[in-house]
């Protein structure tokens, strides 16, 4: 459920709703505003579980390149931004599917295809494996193995991927990607899983840890609409492209002050 709501209005005067009209341009605006805010505010899904896209600020609101993105979003369709918090992107995810929410930042996942309409990336990102400083694991590759316990958070990117992927380890699921550290710690697993940006923090934090060299997944972050709002995807993918291009993702990052992303590059015509 979300943890907070937050209401930042932008301006809706008939100027620039008549300017948004054509911004980005690739699909009409008025169809995208009519899926975006049926109930007249975009309400868009904030994911404190990946530092990388969001945090909670010194004044204990939401702040992060998925913020900037959802408040452009808005102030370009002409649109009140209701920012609705989340703790992990399983709750995300479900918050899409049960349309309780009209604009998502997720990662793209085949599974969640299902339920979601997506754009092309805006980030991308590593998934990495952490350790205890003694472990025999030196590679990634070595991690599929009877034996081991992997923490993960429960329906993150990488979740869905190791559920995949995964032939003989076992999965143990936290209840959010921030908490996979600490799971992993309390049940003397052998391996946590998760944001490459989140683990480092983690190991700075615990001590006695380490991440394992490179990455074992590569995430393509994107804006997600419930499924069947076309309308919106088709906006959206035209507004991220510009984003992109723009080097308003770059700036948000660098403000933000995130590193080890890269801004994705742009989508195939």
Same mark, same amino acid.
């Given at each position: 459920?979300?943890?907070?709501?937050?209401?930042?209005?932008?301006?809706?005067?008939?100027?620039?709703?008549?300017?948004?009209?054509?911004?980005?341009?690739?699909?009409?605006?008025?169809?995208?505003?009519?899926?975006?805010? +049926?109930?007249?505010?975009?309400?868009?899904?904030? %994911?404190?579980? %990946? =530092?990388?896209?969001?945090?909670?600020?010194?004044?204990?609101? =939401?702040? &992060?390149?998925?913020?900037?993105?959802?408040?452009?979003?808005?102030?370009?369709?002409?649109?009140?931004?209701?920012?609705?918090?989340?703790?992990?992107?399983?709750?995300?995810?479900?918050?899409?599917?049960?349309?309780?929410?009209?604009?998502? /930042?997720?990662?793209?996942? +085949?599974?969640?295809?299902?339920?979601?309409?997506?754009?092309? +990336?805006?980030?991308?990102? @590593?998934?990495?494996?952490?350790? !205890?400083?003694?472990?025999?694991?030196?590679? %990634?590759?070595?991690? *599929?193995?009877?034996?081991?316990?992997?923490?993960?958070?429960?329906?993150? #990117?990488? *979740?869905?991927?190791?559920?995949?992927?995964?032939?003989?380890?076992?999965?143990?699921? #936290?209840?959010?990607?921030?908490?996979?550290?600490?799971? /992993?710690?309390?049940? %003397?697993?052998?391996?946590?899983?998760?944001? !490459?940006?989140?683990?480092?923090? *983690?190991?700075?934090?615990?001590?006695?840890?380490?991440?394992?060299?490179?990455? /074992?997944?590569?995430? @393509?972050?994107?804006? &997600?609409?419930? !499924?069947?709002?076309?309308?919106?995807?088709?906006?959206?993918?035209? /507004?991220?492209? *510009?984003?992109?291009?723009?080097?308003?993702?770059?700036?948000?990052?660098?403000?933000?002050?995130? @590193?080890?992303?890269?801004?994705?590059?742009?989508?195939?015509?």
């Amino acid at each position: 459920m979300p943890s907070r709501r937050m209401l930042c209005l932008g301006a809706a005067g008939a100027g620039l709703l008549a300017g948004c009209a054509g911004a980005p341009g690739a699909a009409p605006a008025e169809a995208a505003r009519a899926e975006l805010a +049926p109930a007249g505010a975009l309400r868009a899904a904030i %994911n404190y579980g %990946n =530092p990388i896209l969001a945090s909670r600020g010194p004044d204990g609101q =939401p702040r &992060g390149v998925s913020v900037d993105l959802a408040r452009e979003a808005g102030r370009r369709l002409g649109v009140p931004v209701e920012l609705v918090t989340f703790t992990s992107a399983g709750q995300v995810v479900e918050a899409v599917r049960a349309r309780k929410v009209d604009l998502a /930042f997720v990662a793209i996942d +085949p599974v969640r295809a299902a339920d979601t309409e997506y754009t092309a +990336p805006y980030v991308i990102i @590593e998934g990495a494996y952490l350790v !205890k400083a003694g472990s025999p694991l030196q590679r %990634n590759e070595e991690v *599929d193995r009877a034996g081991i316990r992997i923490a993960v958070g429960r329906g993150s #990117a990488y *979740d869905l991927y190791l559920t995949r992927e995964i032939r003989q380890a076992t999965l143990v699921r #936290a209840p959010t990607s921030p908490a996979v550290t600490d799971l /992993f710690l309390a049940q %003397n697993l052998e391996v946590a899983a998760g944001v !490459k940006q989140q683990l480092e923090a *983690d190991a700075r934090r615990v001590g006695g840890v380490r991440l394992l060299p490179g990455r /074992f997944m590569v995430i @393509e972050q994107a804006m &997600g609409v419930p !499924k069947g709002r076309t309308a919106a995807q088709a906006w959206l993918s035209s /507004f991220i492209e *510009d984003m992109k291009a723009s080097g308003f993702v770059a700036a948000a990052l660098q403000r933000h002050g995130i @590193e080890g992303a890269a801004v994705a590059p742009a989508a195939r015509r």
